[in-house]
């Protein structure tokens, strides 16, 4: 299935190409591992052959998008034209790709959008503990099991939906809409959000939920992994970075780590397409992911909006209305909101 | 010597009441970390390799250097020189080599790094099952190599927990005599038997030839394959904050009224902020300039400076990366470079 997914993401992105209404479609090619799939820029008719689909695209491919329509300061009248750019785009993609259009990140005239239906990923970490470093020799998925062979001979073979990464079984989005063009192929059922890991720390009280965040956040090497691979973390200069004045101390104390991580979640708010990239590359393997799911879940509640495909409306970090919800503030602890 | 499964215990317990001890641990997240040993811990298989390399042992990531008042210093904190590291990697410990090398070569001295490595024993383990990101063969190294290290320490056998401990230098001979309680001595064939077993993991491991990368690195510093190999860079620091070698430092103050301490912290030049100068002009302002410096770093301007590639082949930033942007790709464009 994924070889016809695959052939179907090539067809779409040769004529762009060929008849220049893109300059670049970023995409998936195979990686050097053998069990995953890693971003790729197509830029040339030759490069095309390398776009790759399977069930190790994991990757948000959004992240490149700010950088690739940013411009050095513009003179008036004498502005260079931003690019025309494709992305191939799982509905995860597609929903941050929405979001930064939003933030006017991008015009939606200048991107041509592959959509790309979801099964979901395979989890990237399992892959890897299971084969213990080895040579993967080969990585296939028949949409129920997952067969790992190393090039020593030993297979590992998974229940497909075992493996599926967290933040696809619980998706509520695996079909894209909106999409310039959408691959046909099969799709997940819409999972729960994942709110049991929500409703386990709201449960929790405010001592407990605060040991169990700076236990968790007491691994971080602060290398910024999270922020860099997240699509919608692009600001210019973090406010982890200034000095002048420092809001926080450069190391990796539990002081400074806790509040890089408290302040890039709240960023988070409503633009988070709970995706668990940040997840995935934390090379210390911290739960980043309950957290921004508690946001998301706050925003819902509170706002009543999903980060969802629909490009028109203001997302709701700037909009204020007389009667948004402010008990949060009002009254800390109630619901299980703020606290 | 031999170190029996039965009585490593006992030997840690030994070797914790006389120092500082750490080892590989298991890490909640999975994988291990090196973390300071109890009676109690259990010295974990680095099967792949600790998260972290042995150098946060020795070079914190956070360390406070001295703390003021106004404009005089307070107090210099000493430094705790007492470490024992046992189950690095000999990648780990080759890399150390060259640390010592920055830190203390050269007539500089970090009084800091060089006190704690002074008395510091590192016992490294001999690796038996190399991983597929792993290439230590491919930059002069070995799985059971013994630069750095102070005592090698392999498995009597495939699978088996009893250990040979085998002095690499006059430091490691002594830290063995002096826990010879827990120790048994080895038959007169256990060195020979290891040196199978090291035959045997290098050769499962592929040997990649990056003789030719520094003069093509050297003449292509303008070249567009630099942008070419860098274009799903993320600008994170992740493969700079697990590699043994990377040693870059910020150094900082931070106060509260007019006293304060000063602390060193570590940096990356991965970071656009890193070069980024008062004036707002940044000498590396793309990802291309920045990748670039990380790469020549290692495999040419070390060479130049310290004789050596700071590289071990730990493999940590291949499996680190988010985008799997795999080292041993990127020389490899590069060697390829017209």
Partial sequence: MSAAIRDAIRAAARPLLAEGKVSLIVGYERGSNGYRCRPSFAARAGDIDRLEWDSTCSNNLAVFLPGLFQRPPQKKGQETPLPRIAFVAKACDLRSIVALVKELQAPRGNLVLIGVPCTGMVDERTVREAVGGAEVASFADDGKAVVVRTAAGAEHRFEREAVVQHACRCCQFPVPQGADVTVEGPARTPGDNGDGLVKDIEKLPPAERWARFSAEMSRCIRCYACRQACPTCYCKECFAEQNNPAWIGVGAEQTDVSIFHIVRIFHQAGRCVECDACLRACPMGIDLRTWTKKIAADVRALYGFTPDFDPTGKPPLVTFKEDDAQEFITEPGAQGHGG | ?338
């Fill in chain 2, 1 to 338: 010597m031999v170190l029996e499964a039965r009585s490593l215990a006992a030997f840690v317990e030994s070797v914790a009441k006389a120092a500082k001890l750490f080892v590989p641990e298991a890490d909640p997240a999975g994988g291990t970390i090196f973390a300071e040993a109890t009676s109690a811990t259990a010295i974990a298989p680095t099967v792949p390799n600790t998260r972290l390399s042995v150098k946060s042992v020795f070079f914190p990531q956070r360390e406070v250097l001295l703390s003021y008042k106004e404009s005089a210093i307070e107090a210099v904190p000493g430094v705790d020189g007492n470490l024992v590291v046992f189950g690095a990697r000999p990648c780990d410990a080759r890399a150390m080599t060259w640390m010592d090398e920055v830190f203390g070569g050269g007539g500089r001295e970090d009084p800091y790094f060089v006190e704690r490595r002074r008395a510091a024993v590192i016992v490294a383990m001999g690796c038996d099952e190399p991983c597929a990101s792993c290439f230590c063969t491919s930059v002069g190294g070995s799985p059971y190599g013994t630069e750095g290290a102070d005592v090698l320490a392999s498995r009597m056998g495939a699978g088996a927990a009893d250990l040979l401990l085998e002095p690499v230098t006059e430091k490691g001979a002594s830290f063995l005599a002096k826990h010879a309680g827990q120790l048994k001595p080895a038959a007169a064939d256990a060195p020979s038997a290891r040196q199978a077993r090291e035959k045997a993991a290098a050769s499962r491991m592929k040997v990649l030839d990056f003789s030719g990368v520094k003069p093509k690195m050297d003449a292509g510093f303008e070249s567009p394959a630099w942008d070419a190999i860098t274009r799903s860079c993320l600008g994170c620091g992740a493969c700079t904050y697990v590699c043994p070698t990377c040693h870059c430092f910020d150094i900082t103050d931070e106060s509260r009224g007019d006293r304060g301490v000063r602390v060193r912290t570590w940096d990356a030049c991965q970071y656009s902020l890193f070069t980024l100068h008062a004036s707002g002009h940044n000498p590396r302002s793309h990802k291309r300039a920045r990748m670039r410096q990380r790469l020549m770093h290692k495999y040419s301007y070390a060479p130049e400076t310290a004789k050596a590639v700071f590289c071990s082949g730990c493999g940590r930033c291949v499996r680190s990366c988010p985008v799997n942007l795999d080292i041993r790709e990127m020389l490899a464009a590069l060697e390829d470079l017209a």
